[in-house]
């Protein structure tokens, strides 16, 4: 492999180094000890919604091997692990708390704390529970204030002894995937209940940041994945539109209401028709725009857009499976995204470095207020397979990861407060619509054993780790 910048690169001293999962992604026991429906447990069951009709029964069966997943930490010389909290395990049918429920996430956090590992802790990454979904999900109002009952919850029992708190996972994901798309659960495909789901996940997280605060939480932030939107023509005006809608609903829909205090006002006319104004009331924004003490940064790739229809002999975007779907990006549903013949990864997302220092340093210049930042989410889908000496070979992941850590690196020389890095992912697990057909992880799981692999990209991020030293 390239000798890269970030394997020589003088890392601050208290640069956190770690890795990521999503509870509903890897637990399994879906339906174990209290815990109900989540969106995902009930969208699994349409038919065609996840591809080869996968399931969350099983997942990686980290709830009954989490101290095995720990030891495995342990061994990567991970100093952080980003996990989230299953509402649908906690509060199951968004009613009564679950004391096993928490029981599970109490062990996990000692077992860390016992390998000397800081736990991370997001509260929400897609698990609605499916019976709050029925009520209307994130388009009801009203599921902004469960959430915070919920927060409340999980702060009781964990706060004693969990310091950074993630309040929500990729809200586009969750709202306009999910409401829009019908991509993801809960698979509707309503545009103005997706920027009702925008603003209510927003709500909520304003909600809970406040009140997490007055309990004593001393680390509250967001996660928020975020791109470049490049126009693929950039002195084509109908280009330049077309990225500028794509920033606005990618990255400024969110950005904005937290660090600025309010909707971009290019972004309330594009979706003017289509309901968020409605949804919006007075104190909203002061509500939502909490100060945070860190921003989360998910990046896997950038986007070449355009506005104009892709030119014959275009490749087709993957997709999970063929049920129907409607574009996410709502008011803006004509804008394409033209291939640059780049490297791809197994997901079709094209490969580009600099995209992320790029992206950095953007968020540097344009808020002024913008506090401290964590990559929480980086990392690569690829073909791999165990050989027959027992070893995961994967050396494109690893030119990927050690790749986006010199981009971070690079972005660290510009000035930019980045603080800490968070491969994606631990494990190899269920990746929402495409199942068990796309792995992430930098440990291998054969998911008919269960027995864990840990790859070569991995064993290479333990090294970088080990050399820059155990958090302080």
């Given at each position: 492999?390239?000798?890269?910048?970030?394997?020589?690169?003088?890392?601050?001293?208290?640069f956190i180094w770690g890795s990521?999962?999503?509870?509903?992604?890897?637990?399994?026991?879906?339906?174990?000890?209290?815990?109900?429906?989540?969106?995902?447990?009930?969208?699994?069951?349409?038919?065609?919604?996840?591809?080869?009709?996968?399931?969350?029964?099983?997942?990686?069966?980290?709830?009954?091997?989490?101290?095995?997943?720990?030891?495995?930490?342990?061994?990567?010389?991970?100093?952080?692990?980003?996990?989230?909290?299953?509402?649908?395990?906690?509060?199951?049918?968004?009613?009564?708390?679950?004391?096993?429920?928490?029981?599970?996430?109490?062990?996990?956090?000692?077992?860390?704390?016992?390998?000397?590992?800081?736990?991370?802790l997001t509260l929400y990454h897609?698990?609605?529970?499916?019976?709050?979904?029925?009520?209307?999900?994130?388009?009801?109002?009203?599921?902004?204030?469960?959430?915070?009952?919920?927060?409340?919850?999980?702060?009781?029992?964990?706060?004693?002894?969990?310091?950074?708190?993630?309040?929500?996972?990729?809200?586009?994901?969750?709202?306009?995937?999910?409401?829009?798309?019908?991509?993801?659960?809960?698979?509707?495909?309503?545009?103005?209940?997706?920027?009702?789901?925008?603003?209510?996940?927003?709500?909520?997280?304003?909600?809970?940041?406040?009140?997490?605060?007055?309990?004593?939480?001393?680390?509250?932030?967001?996660?928020?994945?975020?791109?470049?939107?490049?126009?693929?023509?950039?002195?084509?005006?109908?280009?330049?539109?077309?990225?500028?809608?794509?920033?606005?609903?990618?990255?400024?829909?969110?950005?904005?209401?937290?660090?600025?205090?309010?909707?971009?006002?290019?972004?309330?006319?594009?979706?003017?028709?289509?309901?968020?104004?409605?949804?919006?009331?007075?104190?909203?924004?002061?509500?939502?725009?909490?100060?945070?003490?860190?921003?989360?940064?998910?990046?896997?790739?950038?986007?070449?857009?355009?506005?104009?229809?892709?030119?014959?002999?275009?490749?087709?975007?993957?997709?999970?499976?063929?049920?129907p779907k409607s574009s996410p990006?709502?008011?803006?549903?004509?804008?394409?995204?033209?291939?640059?013949?780049?490297?791809?990864?197994?997901?079709?997302?094209?490969?580009?470095?600099?995209?992320?220092?790029?992206?950095?340093?953007?968020?540097?210049?344009?808020?002024?207020?913008?506090?401290?930042?964590?990559?929480?989410?980086?990392?690569?889908?690829?073909?791999?397979?165990?050989?027959?000496?027992?070893?995961?070979?994967?050396?494109?992941?690893?030119?990927?990861?050690?790749?986006?850590?010199?981009?971070?690196?690079?972005?660290?020389?510009?000035?930019?407060?980045?603080?800490?890095?968070?491969?994606?992912?631990?494990?190899?697990?269920?990746?929402?619509?495409?199942?068990?057909?796309?792995?992430?992880?930098?440990?291998?799981?054969?998911?008919?054993?269960?027995?864990?692999?840990?790859?070569?990209?991995?064993?290479?991020?333990?090294?970088?780790?080990?050399?820059?030293?155990?958090?302080?």
């Amino acid at each position: 492999m390239t000798r890269h910048l970030s394997q020589s690169f003088a890392w601050p001293e208290h640069f956190i180094w770690g890795s990521a999962t999503a509870a509903a992604q890897i637990e399994g026991a879906a339906h174990s000890h209290g815990k109900e429906d989540s969106i995902w447990d009930a969208f699994a069951r349409t038919p065609g919604a996840i591809a080869g009709g996968d399931d969350l029964q099983v997942a990686v069966d980290h709830y009954h091997r989490y101290s095995e997943d720990v030891a495995l930490m342990r061994e990567l010389h991970l100093e952080s692990y980003r996990f989230s909290t299953s509402w649908a395990r906690i509060v199951p049918g968004g009613r009564a708390v679950n004391q096993q429920g928490l029981d599970f996430y109490s062990r996990l956090v000692d077992e860390l704390l016992e390998h000397g590992i800081l736990p991370w802790l997001t509260l929400y990454h897609w698990d609605l529970p499916q019976a709050l979904e029925e009520l209307g999900g994130w388009a009801n109002r009203d599921t902004a204030f469960r959430f915070l009952e919920y927060a409340e919850v999980v702060h009781a029992k964990l706060g004693d002894r969990v310091t950074h708190w993630t309040t929500f996972n990729e809200p586009l994901c969750s709202s306009l995937i999910g409401y829009a798309a019908g991509e993801h659960a809960p698979g509707r495909r309503e545009p103005a209940a997706a920027l009702a789901a925008v603003h209510h996940q927003h709500l909520a997280h304003g909600l809970a940041t406040a009140r997490l605060r007055e309990l004593g939480a001393e680390h509250l932030g967001i996660t928020l994945n975020l791109t470049n939107a490049v126009p693929d023509d950039s002195a084509d005006p109908v280009d330049l539109e077309a990225a500028r809608r794509i920033d606005a609903l990618w990255n400024r829909m969110y950005l904005d209401p937290i660090l600025r205090g309010g909707y971009p006002a290019d972004l309330l006319e594009d979706v003017g028709d289509l309901g968020l104004n409605a949804v919006i009331k007075d104190a909203d924004a002061m509500l939502i725009a909490q100060p945070i003490d860190f921003l989360g940064v998910n990046h896997y790739h950038d986007d070449n857009v355009s506005g104009h229809p892709l030119a014959a002999g275009e490749p087709a975007a993957l997709v999970p499976t063929d049920s129907p779907k409607s574009s996410p990006f709502v008011g803006s549903e004509h804008v394409t995204f033209p291939t640059r013949h780049l490297p791809r990864t197994a997901m079709g997302w094209e490969v580009n470095p600099q995209g992320l220092r790029v992206l950095l340093n953007r968020l540097r210049d344009d808020y002024p207020n913008l506090p401290p930042l964590y990559i929480t989410e980086n990392g690569a889908a690829y073909e791999d397979a165990v050989t027959a000496q027992g070893t995961v070979e994967d050396p494109e992941r690893e030119e990927y990861i050690f790749s986006h850590l010199d981009a971070v690196a690079g972005a660290l020389s510009d000035g930019v407060d980045v603080r800490g890095y968070f491969l994606w992912s631990l494990l190899d697990n269920f990746e929402w619509a495409w199942g068990y057909n796309k792995r992430f992880g930098i440990i291998h799981v054969d998911y008919r054993t269960q027995q864990r692999t840990i790859k070569n990209s991995g064993r290479a991020y333990a090294r970088l780790i080990a050399a820059n030293r155990t958090m302080a």
